[in-house]
């Protein structure tokens, strides 16, 4: 085997059926769980447990042998490929820096970069390499790789969902682009490759709506309209959302104003604050002095989170005073989700990283749900970061104990798992976290997408049993910020005396009861919320 440094690298080609080349020659790898290897450790970039190795590679097999197998198949791959490619350190393994060019992780840094640049215009010559690369980029990520391994399956799941939400943002910028320079019919192109990808977008198709109008192609608005009518009715049974209506009549009467939510670019500017854990996705809105930062439940997505009519003028009515920072933790929505850990001390450095990154000294912090848990350990320990703790709905402690009898024991919460996890992809639970709006179609329908977009049901599942042995309680005593916390009175989702028990630990908590069953923040009365969070923040500000 010839292991001489100076061989050149290996490229991995993931888009499309996975190729390993050597230069220009294709090394024709036709062992599947080898190319899984590969592919893992490749996206990874760090070392994995060969326990967990053998899980995703040999689900049934016993460990003695899993190792077996898997020491035979690092050196086949070895072998074949007639170089070293691995670096074992105590029981974990991992790909030798630099050993091979994978063209996933190209295009990852290269369009995080293109997103994080704002509305900044794209040369043509750039124009013209980003439409290529879109063109590759958009094949199945490891096209027919499979081999009866749930766990893998799940774990390319998360991969091409990852892919495909920051393949989506490449493509609104690069139809702004496109549209900037004149060449609208590539512009349609990017927008009809949205749709691919997301069939009930509807910004999608406001989108293409207005690309159609600047042609003047009345009969392409009709359509595009009538395919959004369609799609939605087919699927969720509701009719387009009244701004897409709205949207819709203005193209047609040809006022030509862009609409509200024609693309999340117009309100926010979305960023990656990188880390050594993985990428955070965060946005900002607003450019108030003070920074207020939204640390959510177990579930987000930035993008079609802003889709809500609600939480979108929640936020715009925040954003008056404050600079708003939204953001999805590793794990969920358009944030990295290969080696998320669903604990607070994860969530929290998720936190600290996004200040950093955007230059943030201190801010007030929202925590709502399991959210609060992080705000409060935050507040705890990194207290010359926390302005003060704005906390809905939450609780100190994750699960049922003597001295906190408010919340689910492990057996019932697993019933209660299982039947959110059976139900995944529609709208599930809504009779927990908002039963006042639980028979609303359009909310039914919003629901089951974010659903399917922030993350998978084995990957929520994990972080849900994860945030359910959550106990921050010791902590609170040494928490010496301000803290408002607010809760409704029928809360079915985190039971309003956890709440009115969490007010007791903390240090000059103010406690107020709220009415109302709704779990969710942004339904029932939101204007009561953002009284108080005006009020007591506005307080702070003249006792400071």
Not at 45 to 54: K, Q, Y
Not at 107 to 115: E, H, K, P, Y
Not at 302 to 307: D, F, R, S
Request: net charge neutral; proline share 5%; hydrophobic share 50%.
């Amino acid at each position: 085997m010839d292991r001489s440094p100076g061989r050149p690298s290996l490229a991995f080609r993931f888009f499309g059926a996975p190729k390993i080349l050597d230069g220009e020659r294709d090394l024709q790898l036709a062992l599947r769980r080898g190319v899984a290897l590969l592919a893992f450790l490749a996206l990874a970039r760090g070392p994995a447990p060969r326990a967990h190795l053998i899980q995703l590679l040999w689900p049934e097999a016993d460990e003695p042998t899993g190792r077996t197998r898997l020491r035979r198949l690092v050196y086949n791959l070895e072998d074949k490929l007639g170089r070293a490619l691995f670096d074992a350190a105590g029981d974990t393994l991992a790909l030798q820096d630099g050993v091979a060019e994978v063209d996933l992780l190209v295009f990852t840094q290269a369009a995080r970069g293109l997103v994080g640049n704002g509305s900044a215009p794209l040369p043509a010559v750039a124009l013209d390499g980003w439409s290529a690369w879109v063109e590759r980029a958009s094949l199945p990520l490891l096209h027919g790789l499979s081999f009866e391994s749930d766990l893998f399956d799940d774990w390319l799941r998360q991969q091409r969902l990852d892919h495909e939400h920051l393949l989506s943002r490449v493509l609104v910028h690069l139809s702004d682009a496109c549209a900037a320079q004149g060449d609208i019919a590539a512009a349609i192109r990017a927008a009809e490759q949205l749709l691919r990808i997301d069939l009930y977008n509807e910004p999608a198709y406001v989108r293409l709506m207005r690309l159609h109008s600047v042609q003047g192609n009345a009969a392409g608005v009709e359509a595009v309209f009538m395919r959004c009518a369609d799609a939605l009715r087919a699927e969720f049974g509701i009719k387009p959302g009244l701004e897409t209506e709205q949207a819709y009549l203005a193209i047609v009467q040809g006022l030509q104003r862009p609409p509200p939510t024609a693309g999340v670019a117009a309100a926010f500017r979305l960023r990656f604050a990188e880390s050594g854990q993985g990428a955070v996705a965060y946005a900002t809105l607003g450019a108030g002095r003070e920074v207020l930062v939204f640390i959510t439940g177990f579930l987000s997505h930035i993008e079609i989170g802003w889709e809500q009519p609600v939480i979108r003028r929640t936020l715009q009515a925040l954003a008056a005073r404050f600079t708003v920072v939204l953001f999805d933790r590793r794990g969920a929505g358009l944030s990295e989700r290969l080696g998320a850990v669903a604990s607070t001390d994860a969530v929290a450095g998720d936190v600290l990283t996004i200040l950093d990154h955007a230059g943030i000294g201190k801010a007030w912090l929202f925590g709502s749900t399991e959210g609060g848990a992080v705000a409060l350990q935050l507040a705890a320990r990194r207290a010359e970061r926390v302005q003060g703790l704005l906390l809905y709905g939450t609780t100190a402690r994750g699960s049922w104990a003597e001295d906190h009898p408010w919340a689910l024991t492990h057996a019932a919460f697993e019933r209660w798992l299982q039947r959110l996890l059976a139900d995944w992809g529609g709208p599930t639970s809504l009779e927990t976290f908002a039963p006042s709006a639980q028979q609303d179609p359009a909310l039914r329908a919003w629901w089951a997408r974010l659903l399917r977009h922030a993350a998978s049901p084995a990957s929520m599942g994990q972080t849900l049993r994860g945030l359910r042995d959550v106990d921050v309680r010791a902590l609170l005593p040494s928490i010496g910020v301000p803290t408002l916390v607010m809760h409704r009175r029928g809360d079915r989702a985190v039971r309003f005396e956890a709440g009115a028990d969490l007010a007791r630990r903390v240090p000059g908590a103010r406690f107020l009861p709220l009415e109302g069953d709704d779990h969710f923040w942004w339904c029932g009365d939101t204007a009561a919320l953002l009284d108080a969070v005006h009020a007591f923040t506005g307080l702070q500000a003249k006792t400071a």
